[in-house]
């Protein structure tokens, strides 16, 4: 029996690229030491027409050097990368031709391939591709009509307090440890009640509406691009 079931799996890459894309911020899993070890951290997704890997692109990320991850992240190690997209409760309450119990729907993906070093002098753009992802004023990290900070500042950051020089940058720099992985698989889950009717799924919508957060109204909003119901 296929699990999750064939009507919550993703296969689109699009659609799962949009996800690592939307929701940075993942769960890097590897065994290390003997043990499974879990590392949040941003992720920068390079499609294979923007220089990743075919067919499904590529990740980059850095941790600390004493992240005892490190080790086999050098070696090569096979590692899942998990990005989770919006979720919420969903009620019995709110199906009007069901009854059962209560769930939870949710968007996720996952990437799995092996991990390899960055080259040194790939290091420095890696740092500044995701100070760039991040500083966009568009791009919902920062405040709209916010002056963006550079990692090693303008000619216009001379005054800037924040300017960080590029001594301090490089000495930064040996204290990570920068990798890239070439993903090798990339599959998702869309679990958006597929398998109730449409009197049930336009119930559960209106719910999270009415909820009103950022989670349930992004659930809600996935839920209406569904196919219809036949």
């Known amino acids: 029996m296929a699990y999750p079931p064939a009507y919550y799996q993703e296969h689109a890459p699009e659609a799962l690229w949009q996800l690592l894309h939307d929701y940075p911020f993942a769960l890097l899993c590897i065994t290390a030491e003997g043990r499974i070890t879990a590392t949040h951290l941003p992720m920068l997704l390079i499609t294979p027409e923007h220089g990743g890997a075919a067919p499904y692109g590529s990740l980059e990320a850095h941790v600390a050097i004493n992240n005892p991850a490190v080790a086999a992240l050098r070696a090569g190690a096979e ?4 990005a989770s997209g919006p979720h919420a409760y969903v009620s019995p309450a709110w199906y009007p031709d069901s009854r059962t119990v209560p769930t939870w729907n949710y968007l996720s993906a996952q990437a799995r391939g092996r991990a390899e070093a960055l080259p040194a002098e790939r290091v420095l753009p890696h740092l500044e591709a995701l100070v760039t992802r991040f500083e966009q004023p568009d791009a919902g990290y920062i405040p709209a009509g ?7 500042g303008t000619s216009a950051d001379k005054e800037n307090p924040s300017r960080v020089d590029p001594a301090t940058v490089q000495q930064l720099m040996r204290g990570i440890f920068a990798f890239r992985i070439d993903i090798a698989e990339l599959t998702g889950v869309r679990k958006l009640n597929q398998n109730k009717s449409a009197r049930d799924i336009a119930s559960v919508i209106r719910h999270l509406q009415a909820i009103g957060t950022d989670q349930t109204r992004a659930v809600a909003a996935a839920m209406a691009a569904l196919p219809p119901k036949e």
Request: no cysteine; net charge neutral.
């Open 79 to 82: 590692v899942l990368v998990v």
């Open 146 to 152: 916010s002056h963006p900070w550079t990692l090693q």
